[in-house]
């Protein structure tokens, strides 16, 4: 049996990691990770470790798959089968070179040609054991008798080398000048020679670490005395090559990649305005957002940019609202009142989770903390009973859990964000109109989203709310599911008026009988009446500070050391809409708190400043703080956070010093006074009116690219409006019957401008990716070569 865990890979550098499962050969994970890749890269690699306490963690295979190829496999969930880790093919970065071939003339007349290799520089090598590398690079010329070898100077602490070293070697025969009327190098050498550079990491006392090679042949300089290029390094010729390919095991993943290019604003305001008079559109089912649903293959990858770009523009209520009406004429029984996955129910479902990230932390998470760290038995069921456990004290564990979590609910009315009041009291209203014999069902409307779809769901998944780190292990993971069962049944209690459980299982019948007091139907009902209002309550935002992030990362000592020097320490950091403080370990008193309206800059710091790799500055009103993060989309998204939340600050600045402040200077610019004003102007600010972290150019570019992939369904819809429009006789099983179609001229004069939009939208996305393709030569940093060329 093996302890495993899986670690996420952008090449080599690992980004994530899951918790470990033990004693199990076949480890179930169910961990997401959603993620902005904020550079290149070649692979996505998956790597499989068996958890080692005494030695190095043992890699048992990898899954790696390159980055073209992401999007054959985007949305659907496969098997892949485990591939050897060998060190040989664990490579990443590229090598920018130069080849020369000059004419040399000896003393007693005789022409010899010689081979000039100018080894410039590296570019992306990777970290070795979590440190910058030491490189150097070994430059053979390599042919069927001979192979001559020379070495650069090992460079310290970096993942780009700058070499700029040059080699000379001799590549033909001397011969006479006089045979020689003008340049040429004799045909059979040339075919059989070629350059190779390998890259290692000095490691002083024990083997080199090999990081890539790439083979050049000589013959590249056939049409031409110079050639110089970027390549991509390349594993060794026996690398990733073993006769045991399936034996390690296979590994299920569900992927979704998404690449898009965004275009500046201006280029997307006519989809705007569309989509957002959407609400105000009659009927519903005319408008573009509507429409965008109706055609989407998988409606929930519509739902996500729409939600986003409505909410953004206080546009998402009213659209809810008019969405969910037209549900509630399709419904003829109270009991299933928004039960379906219909776009209302799934819009509101993802505004929940947007907006109600905050809420279940200030609600659940300290309880669920307690859960999940706590050993106790919650078992009820007397069949799936452990050795040794009694169900007596189970019951009394999990009613009390239970009876915690059901009190921390119903008294957090204060802290339910104001948006999902609004749309629980328009639920509630309609509701209450469509089924006016039905006292219950009004309160129905909203307990089938706040406790099913948002405080069951949590519970059930914290991990997917990010209330916790991991998937909970299996004991807890049933503690956490009886919790959400019950919690689920108490919330239709109240919102159905005592009505018996309707649970098949005796077990889980015998257990709720200790909540039929009469307080749990009335806090129910009376914390359903208070989040479905409309009277203005305080907002917790004023007195309660919004966590946003926490980790583990390194900052640079703001003091000195007792030999004068100053180093970095292992910090844990939380920033929240107030302060950024760090702290020796999570839960303890900080050290150090910076005032958010304090910060005036958050910038990536240059790796030259101290040789390390994911650093970023905090600029604030005292001292800079210098901080690394363990991997480049961490990185990223810290200082994402940071610049949002300070992004109203007054005193924000215009520029700011790219490098470090060191020995009297700062590096970039060499100004000896640390008071200096920077010499790089600071990113671009992120407009003040932005209300969450929402990029609406991005969201509108989405929701483009899903109408673009839509278009045979558009077409096929705008022909279902034509057909309704002319045709008169009984409708029996038409082919628009999957349509949601009330108005069909409207609908089609809607379908129209779409596709007048989408057209105009495709002419600048064309000329980009011409651009973008020509401006890329290949051989270009940006474009390299990969493999050898002839």
Known sequence: MRDCFCTINLDQEEVYRTQVVEKSLRPYFSEEFYFEIPRTFQYLSFYVYDKNVLQRDLRIGKVAIKKEDLCNHSGKETWFSLQPIDSNSEVQGKVHLELKLNELITENGTVCQQLV????????????????????????????????QKKTKVKKKTSNPQFNE????????????????????????IEKLEIRIDLWNNENLVQDVFLGEIKVPVNVLRNDSSHQAWYLLQPRDNGNKSSKTDDLGSLRLTLCYTEDYVLPSEYYDPLKTLLLKSPD?????????????????????????????LLHHNKLVPFITAVAELDLKDTQDASTIFRGNTLATRCLDEMMKIVGGHYLKVTLKPILDEICESSKSCEIDPVKLKEGDNVENNKENLHYYVDKVFNTIVGSSVSCPTVMCDIFYSLRQMAAKRFPNNPHVQYSAVTSFVFLRFFAVAILSPHTFHLRPHYPDTQTNRTLTLISKTIQT???????????????????????????????FTDVKKFLDEISSTETKESSGTSEPVHLKEGEMYKRAQGRTRIGKKNFKKRWFCLTSRELTYHKQPGKDPIYTIPVKNILAVEKLEES??????????????????????????????????????RCNHNRLSSFHPSAYLNGNWLCCQETSENTPGCKPCTAGIPADIQIDIDEDRETERIYSLFTLSLPKLQKMEEACGTIAVYQGPQKEPDYCNFTIEDSVT????????????????????????????????????????????
């Open 117 to 148: 290799v100018h080894i410039k520089a590296c570019h992306g090598l990777p970290l070795i054991n979590g440190q910058n590398c030491d490189p150097y690079a070994t430059v053979s010329l390599v042919g069927p008798s001979r192979n001559d």
């Open 166 to 189: 040059i080699f000379y070697f001799e590549v033909t025969r001397s011969s006479s000048y006089t045979r020689k009327s003008q340049f040429q190098v004799e045909e059979e050498d």
């Open 281 to 309: 559109v009659q009927p519903v089912s005319a408008s573009a957002a509507y429409i965008l649903g109706e055609i989407c293959q998988d409606q929930k990858d519509a739902v996500l940019p729409l939600v986003r770009l």
């Open 490 to 520: 108490l919330g239709n209690w109240g919102s159905l008026s005592r009505r018996k459980s309707r649970s098949k299982k005796s077990v889980m019948c015998e257990f709720l009988k200790m909540f039929q007091e009469e307080r749990y």
């Open 609 to 646: 400043s101290f040789n390390k790799k994911n650093m970023f500055q905090v600029i604030h009103t005292e001292k800079t703080l210098y901080v690394q993060a363990n991997n480049c989309v961490e990185a990223n998204e810290w200082i994402d956070k940071l610049c949002r939340v300070s």
């Open 747 to 790: 609908t089609f004069k809607t379908i129209q401008q779409i596709k007048s939009i989408i057209e105009k939208l495709d002419e600048p996305h064309e000329k980009y990716r011409k651009k973008r393709s020509s401006s890329a030569k290949y051989g270009s940093k940006e474009n390299p070569i990969v493999g050898k060329i002839s």
